[in-house]
């Protein structure tokens, strides 16, 4: 027995360019494939939510803590709590629904394919588009807080007299009888 016939013969997968392997997945209308990407998906989510938790947790480490800005840890709370149920949830369960239920029921694959396919890569640019609504916004309010009038806290107004109308101040009077 010579050692080429106990050697893995090489498969078609191996010779195709990457090019071609990764088109195949990008343009897929195949419910595994799907199944799959949108469980990738989830996991990549999975980790942008777990780095959020983790410095949500070092800001909470001690107290006035200046690790995050007031400002930033709402934002990040938001933003934790928006990944974790809808890109991370949710995808997980269209994942393994795409992949098992035709399975299970016997069909050859998912009603509308390719709205199938369409419904995963909408969910992918919101994802991409929200989060750069998160690390952009931060940019853009950053570079604008140069200004000393943007940069100052707001103002409100005192709750002395001098702030009503003087046509209204009878009605505040509780001695005048309204």
């Keep these: 027995m010579s050692a080429e016939s106990i050697a893995w013969p090489r498969g078609e997968a191996a010779q195709r360019p990457v090019v071609d392997r990764l088109h195949e997945w990008v343009a897929t209308v195949d419910h595994k494939r799907l199944g799959i990407l949108y469980i990738l998906y989830a996991l990549l989510f999975l980790v942008i939510g777990g780095v959020e938790a983790t410095i949500m947790r070092i800001q909470l480490i001690r107290p006035h803590n200046d690790f995050v800005s007031p400002e930033v840890f709402n934002r990040m709370f938001t933003m934790h709590g928006t990944t974790m149920i809808f890109f991370v949830v949710m995808?997980?369960?269209?994942?393994?629904?795409?992949?098992?239920?035709?399975?299970?029921?016997?069909?050859?694959?998912?009603?509308?394919?390719?709205?199938?396919?369409?419904?995963?890569?909408?969910?992918?640019?919101?994802?991409?588009?929200?989060?750069?609504?998160?690390?952009?916004?931060?940019?853009?309010?950053?570079?604008?807080?140069?200004?000393?009038?943007?940069?100052?806290?707001p103002r409100y107004a005192s709750n002395s007299d001098a702030s009503v109308p003087h046509s209204h101040k009878h009605h505040l009077d509780p001695g005048s009888g309204n």
Excluded at 111 to 133: D, V
């Design 91 to 153: 995808p997980v369960m269209f994942g393994f629904a795409n992949y098992l239920v035709p399975l299970m029921i016997g069909a050859r694959d998912m009603a509308f394919p390719r709205l199938n396919a369409f419904s995963f890569w909408m969910t992918a640019f919101g994802g991409m588009l929200l989060y750069y609504s998160f690390v952009g916004g931060a940019r853009r309010k950053r570079s604008a807080r140069g200004s000393e009038v943007l940069s100052a806290p």
